[in-house]
């Protein structure tokens, strides 16, 4: 058998023994899984349902229009295109379809926990465009819509970007959208993180605000990982002539094509098949009993990390995330990462806003709940979470506590299923 097959079983022991903290990663149906890895991974299918560059497509094309079908069902929106391989490839999909190269656009600052696709220097977003920022204050961690305003009547950005991968509060996209419509900006909502939270009205909504929106499916969403784009009600009719060409086209028309042929080439149809089985898991009740239970586990781990004295950044989480500012336990996001990975607890060291370390070093971790309440995890588990990630920190070097807590580690994960529903 080949080794790889070894790799694999040997990675299914490691998720099944650990705490994964890692607040985009989540653990997939069953059903997801057997999608994924199936015969339509074979078929090429360029082009849209009934519109294709190859022959025997009808499957696939029910494949597709299922899944597109459930996706707006799921978010109750008019447009959907679920063929992006990635929230990168989604993101650029939407760079392409609104914006010239050189032209202007504002994210959140990768320091203050935007993505790296809104406007990172190592980023095609900041290598082809110029980027502006804004943040979060300094003394409540909270983003300042007031200084976003201020940024935007100065720079006038040609698009705004609502998004984050390590913000742990709501967005207001209304106040967003009044300072994209004082600049004329897109206001574009990349809800990759907070999707499923969003899918059960548990966040605010962004699809009335936003001309666009796009998602991962892999992180609170807990699908397959790939991208996916959507647009709300009207934006077709209101923003459909906007092109950067300066050409005549509906939006869905202008976004379809910058997926594809403008990005990507043939669709990953099983993928996109192991998307539609995850919309219909989280159109079904039960879903939503699920992203509550994400929510009050972040809220009790939030809680319970302070009750240790960590710091959180922003004092708490609203969404399945936290950052965690480590400054005051004098230790740093790089070691402190490596020492739970020890413990079978795995996370990922984060930079704090104004942090002063670098992104290799870091004074922060995050730390979510969307994988472990998969797992069955509730939130009378996150105080042992907390105590567990305490006692490595406070014991950094320590290889015989981190030894025990590993133990403890194991015996709480004991006998859950990977694939738990
Ligand atoms: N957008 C945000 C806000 C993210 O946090 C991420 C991933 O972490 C992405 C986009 C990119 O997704 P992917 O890793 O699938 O390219």
Redesign the pocket.
């Known amino acids: 058998m080949d080794i790889i097959f070894d790799l694999i079983e040997k990675e299914r022991q490691r998720q099944a023994h650990g705490l994964e903290l890692i607040a985009?990663e989540n653990f997939v149906s069953e059903n997801v899984m057997k999608a994924m890895g199936s015969v339509l991974t074979n078929k090429y299918a360029e082009g849209y349902p009934g519109k294709r560059y190859y022959g025997g497509c009808e499957v696939v094309d029910e494949v597709e229009t299922l899944a597109i079908n459930r996706a707006k069902e799921l978010f109750g929106v008019d447009y959907v295109n679920v063929q992006p391989h990635?929230?990168?490839?989604?993101?650029a999909a939407v760079y392409l379809a609104v914006l010239k190269a050189g032209d202007k656009i504002m994210g959140m600052d990768l320091s203050m926990g935007?993505?790296?696709?809104?406007g990172s220097g190592v980023n095609f977003s900041g290598i082809q465009y110029q980027v502006v920022s804004y943040g979060v204050e300094k003394e409540t961690g909270l983003i300042d819509y007031n200084q976003m305003r201020e940024v935007a009547l100065r720079e006038r950005p040609k698009m705004l970007i609502a998004?984050?991968?390590a913000y742990s509060r709501d967005l207001d996209y209304a106040k967003f959208r009044e300072i994209a419509d004082e600049v004329d900006a897109t206001l574009w909502a990349?809800?990759?993180?907070p999707a499923g939270l969003v899918a059960k009205g548990l966040l605010n909504s962004p699809f009335e605000h936003c001309h666009v929106v796009?998602t991962?499916t892999?992180?609170t969403l807990r699908g397959p990982?790939?991208?996916m784009i959507m647009m709300g009600k009207d934006f077709e009719n209101t923003y459909g002539h906007k092109t950067p060409k300066g050409e005549t086209k509906m939006m869905s028309q202008v976004l379809d094509g910058a997926v594809f042929p403008g990005i990507q080439g043939g669709p990953l149809e099983h993928v996109i098949a192991g998307k539609a089985v995850a919309f219909a898991e989280a159109i079904d009740g039960q879903f939503e009993t699920y992203a509550k239970q994400v929510r009050s586990n972040a809220q009790a781990l939030s809680k319970a990390m302070i009750d240790r004295g960590f710091d959180i950044v922003s004092g708490g989480t609203d969404n399945h995330l936290m950052l965690v500012d480590l400054r005051n336990k004098n230790v740093n996001g790089k070691e402190t990462e490596k020492a739970l990975v020890l413990a079978d607890i795995t996370c990922n060291k984060n930079m704090v806003p104004f942090d002063d370390k670098s992104p290799f070093t870091t004074s922060g971790i995050r730390l979510g709940t969307a994988a472990i309440t998969t797992r069955g995890l509730k939130e009378n588990d996150m105080d042992t979470i907390a105590g567990l990630i305490s006692e490595v920190v406070d014991n950094i070097k320590n290889e015989e506590v981190i030894g025990s807590v590993r133990k403890k580690v194991n015996e709480l994960m004991e006998g859950r299923a990977l694939f738990n529903y």
Not at 86 to 91: C, I, R, V
Not at 190 to 193: L, T
């Open positions: 985009s990635s929230g990168s490839q989604a993101n935007g993505h790296l696709t809104h998004g984050f991968s990349d809800i990759a993180h796009t991962t892999h992180k990982r790939g991208g």
